[in-house]
């Protein structure tokens, strides 16, 4: 009897001991996952909010397996060309929803300006949000010509109603979204109204520019859709 309880307690205090061995097998590998780095983006320095990110504003920098998130951008090539939501901190884990390709906000030297009425002679009925746009002055003494070297990003454009122009059916912002170029096109087209308003994202000299030429009223602009808003995020 005496022989048969020691066994018993033996065969327990083995069972014991291999899963307290187990356990701190499995603790260990547990440390050891933890322990392993993933490389995260984050800002070289502080990044203003409405930054278009370049290369040289945003480096790899490695983090614990256990501190990463599935909200964390892991490659360059996501956040190049990309605009920034909100301020970004230096070394601070960048986050997909702190980022947006559409690039509606103004840029770290601009301001987003509504245009005035009295200002524009025409405006391309194609012309979107997020949108880039040429802009042309049309003078009454015949000296008409390209305005400004570079296009320029669109806020906002919207109706008399001040309802924001697009397809209620098919959002032309989702369809640029989801690269699907045929459904932009026909967002286009089939949108809920005229352009009454529109805003553009413009540097200090670009509104004084504009300001300056059309504020005499020998001046007044034609802005034109630019194919680039197609062909670009």
């Known amino acids: 009897m005496n022989r048969r309880r020691s066994l018993l307690i033996s065969i327990a205090a083995a069972l014991l001991s291999g899963l307290l061995v187990y356990g701190v097998y499995v603790l ?5 996952a933890l322990q392993q780095t993933v490389n995260i983006v984050v800002p070289k320095n502080f ?4 930054t278009l990110i370049e290369e040289g504003l945003v480096e790899l920098r490695p983090v614990l397996k256990g501190s990463y998130s599935d909200n964390m951008v892991t490659k360059l090539s996501d956040v190049i060309g990309q605009e920034t939501l909100m301020p970004l901190g230096s070394n601070e884990p960048l986050l997909c929803w702190k980022i947006n390709k559409f690039h509606m906000l103004p840029g770290a030297q601009q301001s987003t300006f509504q245009i005035p009425k009295e200002y524009i002679l025409s405006v391309s009925n194609g012309i979107r949000a997020g949108d880039q746009v ?3 002055a049309s003078s009454s003494d015949g000296a008409s010509r390209k305005l400004l070297d570079k296009d320029i990003r669109v806020a906002s454009v919207k109706s008399s109603a001040n309802i924001e122009i697009d397809n209620p ?6 369809s640029k979204a989801n690269g699907d170029a045929e ?7 089939e949108a809920n109204g005229a352009i009454d308003q529109i805003n553009l994202n413009l540097t200090e000299e670009e509104w004084l520019l504009l300001d300056r030429l059309c504020s005499t009223k020998k001046t007044k ?9 197609i062909t670009s995020p």
């Open 134 to 136: 040429r802009i042309y």
């Open 47 to 50: 990044i203003r909010a409405g």
């Open 183 to 189: 459904k932009m096109y026909l967002s286009r087209l």
């Open 28 to 32: 260990q590998v547990r440390q050891v």
């Open 221 to 229: 602009l034609v802005i034109a859709f630019s194919s680039a808003s």
């Open 169 to 174: 059916k098919n959002s032309n912002l989702l």
